[in-house]
Nanobody, 124 residues
């Protein structure tokens, strides 16, 4: 089993920045990739970014390319999502996810482990 704990959410004005963190524990040696997803009220959960556990591959949704950066620190078993130039439409609950079966995927169904989520609110 893998446990994931997110932190770093909050309220920020449009144009501001936030950094989310996701600390993994448990059978972290089995993780092949980690991702961030988000879900706004009344909408489906959508892919934001993913990184292979080796760090060699990263993936981004078109809506966040150039503004968000995903990175990982394997020594700390932690993945980060640096979010810059935030927009009100980025408002959502952000979830960290881990997979042992793919080196990166945009599909939530490919991730077996999920964090509890952290709220990000961007005011206009």
């Amino acid at each position: 089993q893998v446990q994931l704990v997110e932190s770093g959410g909050g309220l920020v004005q449009a144009g501001g920045s936030l950094r989310l963190s996701c600390a993994a524990s448990g059978r972290t040696f089995s993780i092949s990739a980690m991702g961030w997803f988000r879900q706004a009220p009344g909408k489906e959960r959508e892919f934001v970014a993913a990184v292979s556990w080796s760090g060699s591959s990263t993936y981004y949704a078109d809506s966040v390319k150039g503004r968000f950066t995903i990175s990982r620190d394997n020594a700390k078993n932690t993945v980060y999502l640096q979010m810059n130039s935030l927009k009100p439409e980025d408002t959502a609950v952000y979830y960290c996810a881990a997979t042992t079966i793919t080196r990166g995927s945009t599909s939530p169904a490919r991730y077996e482990y999920w964090g509890q989520g952290t709220q990000v609110t961007v005011s206009s």
